[in-house]
Every structure is written in structure tokens, then in C-alpha cells.
């Protein structure tokens, strides 16, 4: 097990321990510290949840409306650069593509909600569903954001 600085000779017998590659006896007996074996273990952790899980950031907007694509985004800016440069036929062009626009990925979003309705056995998606319809969105837990324990 590479160890990069994150965690020292003990707490690797001790983490052997717990994924089952050492003797529980090595373990405690080369501990020292509960604090030290816990701290370095929650560092493991940590360092192997940065290794696996994607960062991504989504930036939401509270007006915004779930239909709202980034094609329907580029068609509002056309329409707005039209109308800021007078020529009253781009405008009229532009108007027509962003309703066909906003009727497509109004159409697209109605069916991606539709699909969570399409099996029935398939509770989850169901559930989903409903929270999509209802606007449900759970609570975050009530904790520090310190994954260290105390």
C-alpha cells in the first residue's frame, strides 16, 4: 500500500487489519495512540474519496427553470443581440427559432419526466419522479464539514 506522507508505518498494520490483510494483534499492539490511528485512518479516507469521486460544479440559478438549456440560452442571446441591432427581419427570425427552441426542450423535459412514470416495477425511478414533479429536495445532514471525528 503507497502511503504518500498520509499515513505512517502503524496506522498502515492497523488499516491492514480492517481490510483484512493482517493479524489483529499486530494491529493494537503497534498502535499507540487511538487519536494518531484515527486521524490517519480518516485521512485514508479522505485521500481515497478525492482519488475516486468527480468534483463538478453546477452553477443554478432560483429562477431558473428546469427546461432551460444552454441551446435555449444561446437562441435568447441571438434574439437579444438582434434586437439590439434594429433589423427588424433577424429579430423576427430569431423570435421564431427561440419559441421552437424553448417548445423542443420544453417537449424533451416533459418526456424525461415521462420516463420516470414508464415502469412500474421500478420504484425508484417512480419516486424520483415524484420528487422531480413536486420540487422535493431533501435536507443536507446537520454537520461540519470536518470529516475528522472528535
Not at 485521500?47 to 435568447?76: G, H, Y
Amino acid at each position: 500500500m503507497e502511503s504518500e506522507g498520509i499515513l505512517d508505518t502503524t496506522s498502515n498494520f492497523a488499516l491492514g487489519y480492517y481490510l483484512g490483510s493482517s493479524e489483529p494483534t499486530a494491529a493494537y499492539s503497534n498502535t499507540t495512540d487511538s487519536e494518531e490511528y484515527t486521524s490517519s485512518v480518516t485521512s485514508y479516507i479522505g485521500k481515497c474519496i478525492d482519488d475516486v469521486v468527480v468534483s463538478k460544479t453546477i452553477t443554478t440559478r432560483p429562477n431558473q427553470k428546469p427546461w432551460m438549456t444552454a441551446e435555449v440560452r444561446a437562441l435568447l442571446k441571438a434574439q437579444d443581440s438582434a434586437f439590439k441591432a434594429g433589423d427588424k427581419v433577424a429579430l423576427r427570425k430569431a423570435r421564431a427559432k427561440l419559441s421552437r427552441g424553448i417548445r423542443e426542450a420544453k417537449r424533451a423535459h416533459g418526456q424525461s419526466i415521462h420516463s420516470h412514470f414508464r415502469d412500474s416495477s421500478d420504484t425508484r425511478r417512480m419516486w424520483q419522479g415524484i420528487q422531480t414533479v413536486t420540487n422535493y429536495k431533501t435536507t443536507p445532514p446537520a454537520c461540519d464539514s470536518d470529516v475528522s471525528l472528535p
